[in-house]
Nanobody, 124 residues
């Protein structure tokens, strides 16, 4: 079973930055489409960004476009989400997941189980 582990969350002031990591120990992430999701308290989980396995093309939700960057480091078997200019509304638990696709219209269906997520809190 695909198992991903998220890390890198924390408490940051508005305007600050964090880099989240999504790692796998038993399989090669480069062979999968990977997406980042987040869930704020009392809200549904939403797709934030994804990256394709074939050409590295990416997608960003409008709410994070221009501030977040998704990338891969295949040597480290890790996918990152660089988050800049953070806002209080970015506060959420962030999850990564394997997807069936990633395109101009957004994240494709997820497969595999959710990880434990990593908490991001943006507050002064």
């Amino acid at each position: 079973q695909v198992q991903l582990v998220e890390s890198g969350g924390g408490l940051v002031q508005p305007g600050g930055s964090l880099r989240l990591s999504c790692a796998a120990s038993r399989f090669t992430l480069a062979n999968y489409v990977i997406g980042w999701f987040r869930q704020a308290p009392g809200k549904a989980r939403e797709g934030v960004s994804c990256i394709n396995k074939s050409d590295g093309s990416t997608y960003y939700a409008d709410s994070v476009k221009g501030r977040f960057t998704i990338s891969r480091d295949n040597a480290k078997n890790t996918v990152y989400l660089q988050m800049n200019s953070l806002k209080p509304e970015d506060t959420a638990v962030y999850y990564c997941a394997t997807l069936l696709g990633c395109g101009p219209r957004g994240l494709g269906p997820k497969f595999g189980s959710w990880g434990q997520g990593t908490q991001v809190t943006v507050s002064s």
